[in-house]
């Protein structure tokens, strides 16, 4: 049997993990939101704003409509959060210290990705509002044409591993890191990253042309549980990339675990500012796109990598 | 407790799922009383809305569901030939070259066909 | 309940959420809001905790006013930005709304002390606003109301079920009908369309009768950015002031167009601009957006191809200013003024008569009226009677919104709603302007 962190370390660690991250991912949006909108930056502002809004939304009433679907409505934010830490679990910050690294664990975290697409379903079906179930069925087809080119942009690390399980996925960059042997992965990854946690230009379920998409009826602890879920996803989705393009814990001088912080700082800070540069993009442009254009780009990289391996 | 690893990821996924839920249910402070009926009327662009929304949705991409369910069975093949690909060479990159390539005639027939698009 | 009290004491430090509804005379001010760190506008009612109606509103939006009140989560408030002498009747619906005469500065002031009130308990939470409506009980037959007759066996929560219509791929799905009301958030406010969607395409659409048509007949404030176009309807106006107004118009414009298209950020740098528009760092400014607008592909994958005018439709989009300018047609009053032509006024057209090209001509016109205020120096309009306001062709009893409305239904059938937003959008329709001229016009015929 691989190794596993004990329970009582594991379980506390991930949910800190995931509260700094969500954190960081509130801050870090708002600083550059001020920066692209050409406001000056004040420090005690973006670093309290995050935190005064979220304690303004948890004394805010919880709004409910007029017949709505009340488990699916309260189990989505708490089944997207859920999703955001198994795929965290899974990140190594060094040889033996990761939550839990199962041999299958690029399946494991292929799955908690692909399950986003019920949660985010549910939290459109549940209100019973127009908007939100468009932005539903919206998010339906984005993420089923994201599926395929997500695993087939991760499989291509697996090949030099010749293992799913991701600590032997980043052993494997010792001697160099993913995003050189296969350039074409990390940008292709960062893609369907975006769209796979609906970030920024991907942001269909959501829209602001939908009034709020799935969350226009969310009101007060709802509201804020669904922002930091999708936060975490986000969080989660940046340190996979570091862990499996980036190199992992590799790096001089520092230790292992500082190395994978830095390395998903540098991809949180890249995913939020393609937030706030980027336009959404449209349904049915995107779909034609993922099928006809990320598809054979993924399956290149998968077959030029491996070509060069051999 | 010593649990393998898969059983510690399901520990910390549904951990996190309770954990969600006892904030979800500690945050509802009922200060305000049960809302009024026009306080729970879906906003849909302000005026309310005619119908409910759960409906018989017409969802126009199930095409694109159908061919998806393609390739997420070549998905499942993929994943064990990813892992023992190194070991058999050439042969197995030749392989599922092949076995892609008819796939994505079937992508290529489907975007001819102007089915991933539906407005 | 110490946690309850620290929770209080940090919420209060927090931007306030506000829902801004904007009434005549009053849209420009509110845009303005967005760049004020105290505030944060938001969207829908369920994001907010005050409610700032500003301007004077049409007596029928009474009631939409009233669901979206009621459609904040507690605790919430009612604030009231210049309401004029018309906005009595509406405000009178309200328990308890706080009156701001005043400045920018003394509303965001006014918001922060109602919410810090709010929160410490010394303003009890507004309570709703419309009566218990007599809604159908749920009816049925059995204990969750199943069994009788129609599709459930009932009309649950007094509201029905959609209905089946044949679809053109054959299948019969449910259609559902929403009039998509005055205050949605991307449209131009006091728009309603009534859609008919199938999935999420609009399968038929109707907008309905402009509200600002029919207000009272007093005076009634005119927006700044528009004062000086129903000036120059009268007299000769100074050209640079005309031409930095159509700047601005087209800035705010572009504010809200970026912010339906998920660039908020870039929409507030659109809005910081307007400030400094007389300044030498005014061009450069506008180049630099635009040449963030360019690598943010909105003009690429979000408005390419949408909404585009069929070569009928063309030659129906006399007059209406930037969107016939993108289809190509060269119709600019300008050309009819003298002034404008000896400081060498040129027409832009673009070609595509999408949201696109409706796009770039905005950007290249921000551009090419600031140039002509530089060259202007103090000379003055020569034509009076007809004026080119930012949306077309202005003169009193005709505006470019009127001729823009009845060509929607043809636009926007069997596009995605994503789409349709983007089209409405990039046509900007303003309602206020046209419901002004007609007012103007029925003010002159009355007078003779």
Redesign the interface.
Known sequence: MRPAAPLELAVPLVGIVVVIGVYVVAVLDQAISELVGGGTLRWRRVAFDPLRSAAHLVTQQRRTTERPDTPGWILAPALLSALAALALAMVPLGPTTVAADPETGFVVFSAAIAFVMIAVYLHGWSPNSLFALHGAYRFGAQALSLQIPFLLAMLATTLPAESLSIVDIVQAQESLWNVVRQPLGLPLYLVVGVGASFWGPMNLPDAADLAGGTGVEDSGVARLLWKSARSAMLVAVAAMGATGFLGGWWGPWLPGAVWVILKTLVLLVVLIAAGHLFARVRVEAFVVVAWALLIPLALLNIFVSGAVLL | ?????????L???????M???L??RA???A??GA???????????????????????????YV??L??LV??ME?VY??PW??????E??IA?VEM?MF?AIL?LG?LY??RERS???? | MVLRRLLTRLAAGAPVPVLPVAGLGMRDALRELRIRPELRPVDVPAAASVLVAAGSLPEEFGDPLALLHDGMPHPRAVVWWNPGNSAGPLLRRFADPTVVDGSADELVSAVVRVRRELYSGHRPSSEPVLAETGRAPWEGVGPYGQGGSGMTGGVPYGRPLAEVAPDRDGLRLDVVPLTVGPFFPQFPPGLRLEATFSGDVVVDCLPLVNPFVDIAHHALPVRPGLDVFFRALFEPVPIAELELARARDHLVWLADALSAHGLPALGVRALRLTHELEGTAAVPGVRRLSRAIEWSQVLRWSTRGVGRFDAAGRTSLGGCGPVARAAGLPDDARMEDATYRALGFELIVQDGADAAARWRQRLAEVVQSLALAKRAGAQRSEVTGQVESPRGLLTAGSAPASRLLPLLPGLLEGLEWGDAVATIVSLDIDLEEAGLAERLASAQAGAT
């Open positions: 407790m010593l649990l393998g690893p898969l059983g510690v990821a520990a910390v996924f549904i951990a996190a799922l954990a969600v839920l904030v979800e945050g509802e402070p200060a305000h809302p009024s009926p026009t306080e729970r009327v879906p906003f849909a662009g302000v005026l309310p809305p005619q119908v409910h929304a759960w409906s018989r949705y017409h969802a126009r991409y694109m569901a061919v998806f390739f997420d998905m993929m994943y990813a892992v023992v690909f190194l070991r060479g050439g990159m070259a892609i994505l992508v489907a975007w991933l698009e539906w407005s």
